[in-house]
């Protein structure tokens, strides 16, 4: 079986003349990097929701020791969150025609026989499958996630979060083992010699139709293509060019509150006449009890400005937007709290749905900038912006942003 060139298990089965230990180590040491970015952003990402807080920031809440590494969430930069998601999202997308080349050059491994020659043979082989499942599945998980959204009905982050936790341990042990050969190889390369046989060169290639160089060229490409169409979404002024970014949402139309909607005030079920003036009262409890505000009430209190973005979880973010509102101090102290402000459990209107309350830390709450917002860009928050008044904190996740806002809570959580 291992000799008929018809069955992938022989190694004359896989004739391609680009296969080798050069072209796989590009682009190992492409992803060695890459996913180690994309490993660290993603934790960071998890930490931003300050899961510890509240179970109801808390998308993974069995992650026991997995948290270990969870810290306060702080509010400067204002562009944080921005930032690493931005990160994370567009590099993830961008490395896919990476992570599938590099799968295609290793292809003959799958399938060499015998399946393992000893104990560290058979080891390394099923840190492997880990590797490939679990690189793949993140991938796949991440970016359904982002174009489908609900593909997985509330299910999403553990999928995410756990499938990182074992495709990281196979990738260390994988990276570990290999990363001295791959540096070896480049180095070869660069003096001129062919890298070490590893299995990978075809025992009878095929005529090459384009050069190692041209294939990389090819992939490095197609990376630089999808990055191109998926950047823009992190800024107003490029949404446009956004050719990959999720379609067929709410379309925010243009003027002040033309940036993107995440979801709108009739699909989360925000019926017109609760947030109209005679109906809706903002609630806020605290230390000395419950003060009930209607709108032109908490208009009349001092109002200020800042200039923050929305930055989700899916990536997109917009530019900063100026929001004009309630600091969350000045209501905290309207029910108690006259020094040092304590969190806050925030309720949205909506009735169901994941992102309809969010907790913020005492640290967010005390931020000047953070605001029970009812402006934006001068004019009132649209009814799919949150409309009467919504949650804006600096540097955080845009699912602490919570819109129709019907409840506030301060206490210590
Ligand atoms: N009540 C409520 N607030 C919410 C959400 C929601 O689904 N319901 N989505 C959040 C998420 S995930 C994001 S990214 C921001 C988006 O705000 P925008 O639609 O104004 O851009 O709103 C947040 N606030
Ligand atoms: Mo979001």
Redesign the pocket.
């Known amino acids: 079986m291992r000799d008929d060139p018809r069955l992938p298990t022989s190694p004359g089965f896989w004739r391609s003349p680009l296969r080798g230990p050069w072209f796989t180590s590009v682009l190992g040491v492409v992803l060695l990097v890459g996913i180690t970015v994309l490993f660290v952003t993603g934790l960071v990402s998890y930490a931003a929701y300050n899961p510890d807080l509240s179970p109801v920031n808390d998308k993974t809440p069995d992650k026991g020791i997995l948290g270990f590494y969870l810290f306060a969430w702080p509010t400067h930069p204002h562009w944080l969150y921005r930032l690493n998601q931005g990160v994370h999202v567009t590099l993830g997308i961008t490395l896919v025609p990476v992570l599938l080349a590099k799968l295609w050059s290793v292809v003959p491994k799958l399938f060499a026989l015998p399946p393992a020659r000893s104990l560290a043979h058979a080891l390394e082989r099923i840190s492997l499958v880990l590797l490939v499942g679990g690189g793949l599945f993140e991938f796949v998980t991440g970016v359904l996630n982002i174009q489908l959204d609900y593909v997985f009905p509330g299910s999403f982050y553990p999928l995410h979060f756990y499938g990182a936790w074992v495709f990281i341990a196979a990738f260390v042990a994988h990276a570990v083992l290999k990363t001295p050969r791959a540096l070896r190889n480049l180095r070869h390369l660069r003096e001129g010699r062919e890298g070490e046989e590893d299995g990978l060169v075809s025992p009878r290639p095929a005529e090459p139709t384009v050069s190692r160089r041209g294939a990389l060229w090819f992939v490095g490409g197609g990376a630089l293509l999808l990055f191109l169409t998926t950047v823009g979404q992190c800024f107003d002024s490029l949404r446009r060019t956004a050719l990959l970014a999720p379609h067929g949402g709410?379309d925010?139309g243009s003027g002040p509150n033309g940036?993107?909607?995440?979801?709108?005030a009739a699909?989360?079920g925000?019926d017109p006449a609760e947030i109209g003036p005679d109906a809706w009262r903002l609630v806020v409890t605290g230390r000395t009890g419950t003060v009930r505000l209607a709108r032109a009430q908490l208009a009349a209190l001092p109002l200020h400005s800042s200039a923050l973005p929305?930055?989700?979880?899916?990536g997109?973010s917009?530019s900063d937007q100026w929001w004009r509102g309630v600091r969350l101090r000045d209501l905290a102290a309207l029910v108690g709290y006259d020094g040092d402000p304590p969190d806050l459990f925030v309720e949205?209107?909506?009735r169901r749905?994941?992102?309809?309350?969010?907790a913020l830390s005492a640290g967010q709450v005390a931020d000047p900038r953070s605001l029970l917002a009812l402006y934006v860009n001068g004019e009132e928050l649209s009814p799919?912006?949150?409309h009467p008044a919504?949650?804006i904190v600096p540097a955080a996740?845009?699912?602490?942003?919570?819109?129709?806002?019907a409840r506030m809570t301060f206490g210590d959580l």
């Open positions: 709410a925010p940036f993107q909607i995440n979801k709108t699909y989360a925000i929305i930055a989700c979880v899916e997109w917009t949205s209107l909506q749905g994941a992102f309809r309350h969010a799919d912006h949150g919504r949650v996740p845009g699912v602490l942003n919570t819109k129709w806002v």
